[in-house]
């Protein structure tokens, strides 16, 4: 049996008065006080705080009253005996923190780079093909209503191109039977091209006059949107999006004023890693697709020379960390090795 | 007669005095009649003005200035922080719930006030079913919003008609979870009032080109303290229009002269850098510095507007019967504690946050006194049952931002 100081908050007030606690080995404890009848109580009845750093131990006694208690080894041990504290164990073991330090970025990294991508194949895969047409329709209406007018191209070049790639996508072995390849214009896009998850393609004229109606570099570019659309890119981005947004609001949920945009920012550079990793995938569907049609991964790389024409090609290490697409350099680059492979492919089989 | 035989007037009652003054031979005794005239004014001046008390104040109050404690320390609460962190990983996120509770425990239980310190009560189970419910809620707006532009609307404005009511649950879940000697806090609901305050003026200050958004703030501020209740005591809050004008100019001149003088300096800076690098690292500076730029006028409005708003906030507000509180937050030191905030956390990628929270809260506690009033011991506790942490969660995930601080 030992004795300790208490602080005793009685039921309904907010009065406070100092007791001394007696605590015995059996787990039963006891206190006179002004108001209170003394009478035995067992730990085992309570509602006990559990140990949290240093802070004080609480004991709250239903319709008697609140027991504050400092926290000394000697009243701990005495709580110890009855309740675990295995958290507390974890929290206070010098290991288990150093371990954390270092598991904490590894998981977090394993979560994002592994986890995340592959529980967005599985929910791309079963997202019914009827809500993928509903947004893909109400995507192009609103587009339509805002940036994308009618093409101005001449009629035949759209008519005879379409007819080349319907045939074209046919030899195609694609898990998809439906692509629609719609031409728009549109000066707010400039050259462009995009996919929306139904299988519709859409190039703008600009796109078009950039690579001078060649249809060889068209096809380069369109067989790297077609790989958008069977990899099932807009889903998984929608899963992936959705997901780290979450766990980012869990990290930085807490956190007011400038702090939030810390997490914004953060936001944006996971989720631009999670589109790069999408346009090296839909990149490399295109390489290997290209000789299937006869035609040169180089075609790939001479498409991405134009638009660094146009665009640029993009700077140092930080720019690729900031920006949603791979760098262009880089990308002209994996599609020359892709034919450097091919070449070397070619020449072993002579 | 002889001089020192003279009656000790300063001993007579009033009455006395006044008796005296007519019996007494004025002509021959004029030093007497101008000490007992003396003693009549010095005697009745007093009486007067205590009279006058009683009728305003019965008893004149005694205060009791506390000074509020923050005790946590950055590296006992970093070892709690992240073997919870760890935790919540290898869980997916199911152990949050229970961090959360270990995390809040922490900051409120080290809070101290006169000797006493704060509990949070809430369990994590409360705080698990919340949290599922706004995950799934957010999933659904994000669903919604991918699927058409025009679902995406319709939940926005489902969701933006909720506000008032979400943030009037999770006011009062946030208070019924805060209690200081035993006795709860409580926020007194009125959904009423809250979609007046919370809808209807932030809407109409929209037409006034937002002339009248400093009123709408100070409005919203009012509603929340007003409605917070300690056992069975109010706080009363008696805020003033002209503070929160006063804090919204002063923080937008502010912004507005360091983002001018930014941006001017920055213009400046690239076409310089341009000249010697590439385009694309070009690019790349802007942005940063863009950022950077961003941030800093951020930290000094956000803080130039909490320090006068707080301050003022601390300064008008009473806790009936029971205490009133005094803020004394320096712009300059504010703006000091969050700039060296956001850099800790930049160049230690986030770990340094335990110790952001503790200084943090430790600032804020050492500018914030309390002072009780005697006898203020009787407050009495109002319970009743206790309440899901939904809405709590809900706001949360939702960013919708009543800050208390």
């Known amino acids: 049996m030992f ?12 009065s406070c008065q100092q007791i001394q606690l007696k605590c015995y080995d059996s787990g039963m404890f006891s206190f006179d006080s002004e108001t209170v009848e003394s009478k035995d109580y067992y730990i085992a009845d309570h509602n006990i705080s ?19 208690v400092e926290s000394t080894t000697e009243f701990d041990t005495w709580l110890a005996q009855h309740k675990s504290e295995r958290l507390h164990k974890f929290e206070s073991n010098k290991k288990m923190i150093v371990a954390s330090f270092f598991a904490v970025p590894i998981t977090l990294y394993l979560l994002f780079k592994f986890a995340v991508p592959y529980a967005a194949v599985a929910f791309a895969d079963i997202v019914p093909y009827g809500a993928v047409k509903i947004a893909s329709k109400q995507t192009l209406d609103t587009l339509e209503a805002t940036i994308l007018d009618p093409t101005e191209l001449p009629s035949e070049f759209v008519d005879e191109t379409t007819e080349y790639w319907d045939e074209l996508l046919y030899q195609l072995d694609t898990e998809h039977l439906h692509f629609h390849i719609q031409f ?45 659309v069977e990899e099932k890119h807009s889903m998984r981005l929608i899963a992936e999006t959705l997901v780290s947004s979450l766990v980012i609001s869990y990290f930085f949920g807490d956190v007011s004023g400038v702090l939030e945009v810390l997490g914004g920012v953060t936001t944006t550079v996971t989720n631009n890693q999670f589109t790069q990793d999408l346009e090296w995938e839909a990149d490399n569907f295109a390489l290997e697709q290209l000789p299937t049609l006869g035609l040169e991964p180089k075609l790939f790389a001479d498409a991405m020379e134009k638009f660094a024409e146009e665009y640029g090609k993009g700077g140092g290490k930080l720019e690729e960390f900031l920006s949603s697409h791979p760098l262009v350099r880089q990308r002209i680059e994996n599609a020359l090795n892709a034919e450097e492979i091919k070449e070397s492919a070619v020449q072993s089989q002579d | 007669m002889n001089k020192e035989e003279s009656p000790n007037f300063e001993q007579y009652t009033l009455e006395e005095l006044h008796q005296a003054l007519l019996e007494i031979d004025h002509q021959a005794y004029p030093e007497r009649v101008e000490k007992i005239q003396q003693c009549i004014a010095a005697k009745s001046a007093p009486v007067e003005i205590s009279q006058e008390q009683q009728l305003h104040t019965p008893e004149p109050k005694q205060y009791r200035k506390c000074q509020v404690n923050f005790l946590g320390n950055g590296k006992e609460y970093f070892s709690i922080w992240i073997v919870n962190l760890l935790l919540t990983i290898v869980t997916l996120g199911i152990y949050s719930a229970w961090a959360t509770v270990r995390n809040n425990r922490y900051f409120y239980s080290n809070t101290e006030i006169d000797g006493h310190r704060f509990s949070y009560l809430a369990q994590p189970k409360q705080i698990l079913i919340g949290r599922i419910i706004g995950v799934l809620l957010f999933a659904i707006f994000y669903a919604a919003s991918v699927i058409s532009p025009f679902a995406a609307v319709i939940t926005s404005i489902l969701i933006f008609c909720f506000v008032p009511v979400l943030v009037c649950m ?8 805060t209690a200081y000697r035993n006795v709860r806090f409580n926020f007194t609901k009125n959904y009423g009032r809250a979609y007046v305050v919370f809808l209807l003026y932030p809407i109409l ?41 006063v804090a919204s100019i002063v923080a937008g001149i502010a912004g507005m002269i360091i983002a001018f003088i930014g941006g001017f300096l920055m213009i400046g800076t690239v076409t310089l850098a341009s000249e010697s690098s590439s385009s694309g690292n070009t690019e790349v500076l802007v942005m940063i510095v863009t950022f950077l730029l961003y941030a800093f006028v951020f930290v000094v409005s956000g803080s130039i507007y909490q320090a006068f708003i707080r301050n003022h906030v601390y300064n008008s507000t009473q806790l009936e019967d029971v205490a009133n509180f005094n803020s004394d937050v320096k712009i300059g030191s504010l703006i000091m504690l969050r700039l060296t905030n956001l850099l800790m956390l930049i160049c ?44 709590d969660e809900v706001s949360n995930i939702f960013d919708v931002d009543i800050a208390i601080g």
Do not use: C
Request: aromatic residues 12%.
């Open chain 1, 184 to 228: 728009r214009n549109s000066e707010t896009m400039g050259a462009n091209a995009f996919a929306l998850p139904d299988g519709t393609i859409v190039f703008t004229d600009q796109l078009v006059e950039l690579f001078e109606q060649d249809r060889d570099l068209l096809t380069s570019v369109l067989l790297h949107e077609v790989g958008h």
């Open chain 2, 205 to 245: 200050a929209l037409f006034t080109f937002y002339l009248a958004y400093p009123w709408a703030l100070k409005k919203i501020d009012e509603f929340l303290y007003s409605h917070i209740t300690y056992g069975n005591k109010q706080m009363k809050p008696n805020l003033q229009t002209a503070e929160y004008y």
């Open chain 2, 348 to 391: 230690t990628l986030g770990f340094a946050m335990p110790w952001v929270k503790v200084r943090t809260l430790t600032f804020f506690a050492n500018a914030t006194q309390v002072n009780i009033e005697e006898g203020a011991e009787s407050v009495i506790s109002d319970d009743s049952q206790s309440d899901s942490a939904i809405a």
């Open chain 1, 50 to 68: 559990d140990k949290l750093g240093n802070l004080p131990r609480e004991i709250a006694i239903k319709e008697v009253g609140l027991l504050v």
């Open chain 1, 3 to 14: 004795e300790i100081e208490a602080k005793f908050y009685p039921s309904g007030s907010s």
């Open chain 2, 170 to 177: 999770a006011m009062r879940f946030r208070m019924r979870m």
